[in-house]
C-alpha cells in the first residue's frame, strides 16, 4: 500500500488532522442550527456512531447565535459552515473549533483580515471548502465546473489566507460526480502540503453515496491521499458514518473492528447463510480488534478461509465447524454456530 502523503498537521478541538493522525470521519447535522435541542440530539448521535468531527450549516444571525449553547452541549469538535456573510464567521469563531469558509466569497481583503484575526486570537483551523457547484465566477468562466477549475479556485483561496499570515487549514474539494473529484484532489495533492478533507458531494441515497465514495474516495485513500472525509448521503446521519468507517477500513487505512468475509452461497448450500452473517454483523459491531474472520456455506472453500482467518464457520449440513487460527476446535449443530462463533471472536478480540 502507498504511503500517506505527508501533509501539515492542524487540531479541529482536539481532534488531529494530517501528519500521522488517524483519518477522521465527519458529517454535517440537518435541523436548522438554531434549533438548539434538536442540533444537539443530532450531534449525540453522530458521536454514539463514532463521528469524529462535526459540521452545522450557518445560513444566517440565528444560526450563529445559537452556537455557544449547542458547543455547550456537546463534546465532538464543531465546524461553522458559512458562506458570504464574514459577520457570521466571527460570530461563530468565538465558539466553534473550525470555521469552513472560502476566503473568496467574502469580498473585501479588510474582511478577511478580521476572519483570520478571529480564528487566529481563538487558535483554529479554517476550512477551505471548494464545491463544483459554486465556483467563484472568475474560475467557472474560465474553466467551467471541472477538475482544474476546482484546484485553481483552491489555490486562490489558499493565496488569500496565506496572505495573511495564516496557514492553519485544510482543503476539500468537492464535486458530485466521482472523476471530476477524484482528479481535482489527485491534481492539487502535489502542489500544496495542507491536510485534506475528502469527500463526493450530493451523492444520493444510501445505495448510490456508497458506492460513489468507496470509488472516490477510496481511490484516494489507496493513492495516500486523505486526512479526514464525509460519505455525503440523502439519509440518516449515522449511515454516513458507518459507511465511511467501512470504506477506510476496506480500503486499508484503517485497522479497527471486523474484517467479515462471508460466500456469495451457491446450489451446494444446506444452511441459512443470509441470516446467519447478519446476525454475526449484529452481533460484533462492537468489536474494535482488528480480526479476520470468514462465515462459509460450505467445506469447499471454507477450509482455505479458515487458515487465514482468525475465527471461521464453515457450515455443513444441518450442522458446521468452528476453527480458530485455523484449526478446527467443535463441530456443532447449525442452531449452536453463531453463539459459539461470537464467544470465540470475544476471546480473539482480548
Ligand atoms: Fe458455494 Fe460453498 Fe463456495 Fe459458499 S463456500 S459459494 S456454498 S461452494
Known amino acids: 500500500m ?3 502523503y505527508k501533509t501539515k498537521q492542524i487540531n479541529v478541538g482536539g481532534v488531529l488532522v494530517g501528519g500521522d493522525a488517524p483519518i477522521s470521519t465527519q458529517s454535517m447535522t440537518y435541523s436548522k442550527t438554531a434549533d438548539v435541542v434538536s442540533t444537539v440530539e443530532q450531534i449525540n448521535r453522530l458521536h ?15 444560526d450563529a447565535n445559537a452556537l455557544k449553547a449547542i458547543k455547550e452541549q456537546i463534546s465532538l469538535p464543531l465546524v461553522a459552515d458559512i458562506h458570504f456573510n464574514y459577520r457570521l464567521a466571527l460570530i461563530a469563531a468565538e465558539s466553534v473549533d473550525c470555521i469552513r469558509i472560502n476566503p473568496g466569497n467574502i469580498g473585501e481583503k479588510s474582511r478577511i483580515k478580521e476572519i483570520v484575526k478571529a480564528c487566529t486570537d ?13 465556483l467563484e465566477k472568475e474560475f467557472e468562466n474560465r474553466y467551467g465546473q471541472s477538475a482544474k477549475g476546482m484546484v485553481e479556485s483552491a489555490l486562490y483561496n489558499i493565496k488569500l489566507l496565506e496572505d495573511e499570515g495564516f496557514t492553519d487549514i485544510k482543503v476539500s474539494m468537492k464535486a458530485s460526480d466521482v472523476e471530476r473529484t477524484v482528479d481535482a484532489y489527485r491534481t492539487l495533492r502535489p502542489l500544496v502540503d495542507y491536510p485534506f478533507h475528502l469527500g463526493v458531494t450530493e ?3 444510501l445505495h448510490h453515496a456508497t458506492i460513489k465514495s468507496a470509488i472516490g474516495l477510496g481511490s484516494l485513500l489507496l493513492d495516500g491521499i486523505g486526512d479526514t472525509m464525509r460519505v455525503s448521503i440523502t439519509g440518516e446521519l449515522e ?21 467479515i468475509i462471508s460466500c456469495p452461497t451457491c446450489g451446494r448450500i444446506e444452511a441459512d447463510l443470509v441470516k446467519a452473517v447478519s446476525e454475526v454483523e449484529e452481533r460484533t459491531k ?7 474472520v470468514s462465515v462459509m456455506g460450505c467445506a469447499v472453500n471454507a477450509i482455505g478461509e479458515a487458515k487465514h482467518a482468525d475465527v471461521a464457520i464453515a457450515y455443513g449440513s444441518g450442522n458446521g465447524l468452528i476453527m480458530v487460527g485455523g484449526e478446527v476446535v467443535a463441530k456443532l449443530d447449525e442452531d449452536n454456530l453463531v453463539d459459539r462463533f461470537v464467544e470465540e471472536v470475544e476471546k480473539a478480540a482480548k
Open 2 to 4: 502507498k504511503d500517506r
Open 48 to 62: 454514539f456512531a463514532g463521528c469524529d468531527i462535526v459540521r452545522v450549516a450557518v445560513p444566517d444571525y440565528e
Open 122 to 134: 481563538r487558535n483554529i483551523p479554517i476550512r477551505i471548502g471548494v464545491n463544483a457547484g459554486s
Open 203 to 205: 451523492a444520493g441515497t
Open 239 to 259: 449511515r454516513e458514518i458507518e459507511v465511511a468507517r467501512d470504506i477506510l477500513k476496506d480500503s486499508g487505512r484503517s485497522k479497527e473492528g471486523l474484517n
Open 286 to 292: 462492537h468489536i474494535k480488534a482488528p480480526l479476520n
